[in-house]
């Protein structure tokens, strides 16, 4: 299979610490997303990085890419009740279809 | 800007039933992608339009589903006759070329 694949598969913090996601993937890419889910909604993008660069940041996100053993990891700083949701990762071979996994589920707990 | 819209919401049908699920992207996409969630289980891509000419539907699990996107702008998704397997959540995404793809709310499609 080429999905990503997250881990963990749950995780549950206190609000104001750090939470951190893995994804891996199988083969080559051209780019990986990570995507948000909050419950019964849909997908919001977070962040996008390409196969060329190693780390990037948006606000309380950063994303690292290591495809030398092809993972890459979300970090979310300074958790908030509101980060409660599924985060997903995307990856992608052609710049089209992209391949997800099973997701993170992420519990903040006020 | 509107975003990537579908409709409905919620279906809830019966085996053998039909459903035909809509997307309307984001104006001015060309690319436009259907998903689809089985519960507990991944997100797995179906098939990719480009305007009105379908690039890859490699995903479609079978010839009960039918995808089409008359005139290149909003695209249906129907589900003939449907299976309790078809139950999930068909998600819906459309983006420029190269571009981040940008994600519907999703149809959660219920089938007894």
């Known amino acids: 299979s080429q999905q990503g694949e997250e881990d963990p598969q749950a995780l549950s913090i206190q609000e104001g610490e750090n939470a951190t996601m893995n994804c891996s993937y199988k083969?080559?890419?051209?780019?990986l997303q990570w995507y948000r889910q909050n419950s019964g909604r849909g997908l919001v993008h977070l962040i996008l990085?390409?196969?060329?660069?190693r780390e990037k940041h948006s606000g309380r996100l950063r994303v690292t890419l290591d495809t030398s053993k092809k993972s890459s990891s979300l970090l979310i700083t300074a958790s908030r009740a509101a980060d409660t949701a599924s985060y997903f990762c995307?990856?992608?071979?052609?710049?089209?279809?992209?391949?997800f996994g099973t997701g993170t589920s992420l519990t903040v707990i006020p | 800007e509107a975003g990537v819209t579908q409709f409905p919401s919620h279906s809830v049908i019966e085996k053998g039933q039909t459903v035909t699920l809509r997307c309307d992207p984001i104006?001015?996409?060309?690319?436009l992608y259907w998903y689809r969630r089985v519960m507990g289980k991944e997100i797995k891509f179906l098939l990719h339009?480009?305007?009105?000419?379908?690039?890859?539907e490699s995903g479609m699990p079978n010839n009960r589903f039918l995808a089409e996107r008359t005139g290149g702008t909003y695209s249906t998704l129907k589900v003939q006759p449907a299976e309790l397997e078809d139950s999930g959540v068909y998600f819906c995404?459309?983006?420029?070329?190269?571009?981040?793809?940008?994600f519907g709310p999703g149809t959660r499609l219920t089938v007894l």
């Open positions: 083969t080559s890419i051209n780019n």
């Open positions: 990085i390409r196969s060329n660069e």
């Open positions: 995404a459309s983006s420029q070329r190269g571009s981040e793809q940008f």
């Open positions: 995307a990856t992608s071979y052609t710049g089209n279809q992209f391949y």
């Open positions: 104006s001015g996409h060309d690319n």
């Open positions: 339009f480009v305007k009105e000419s379908k690039q890859d």
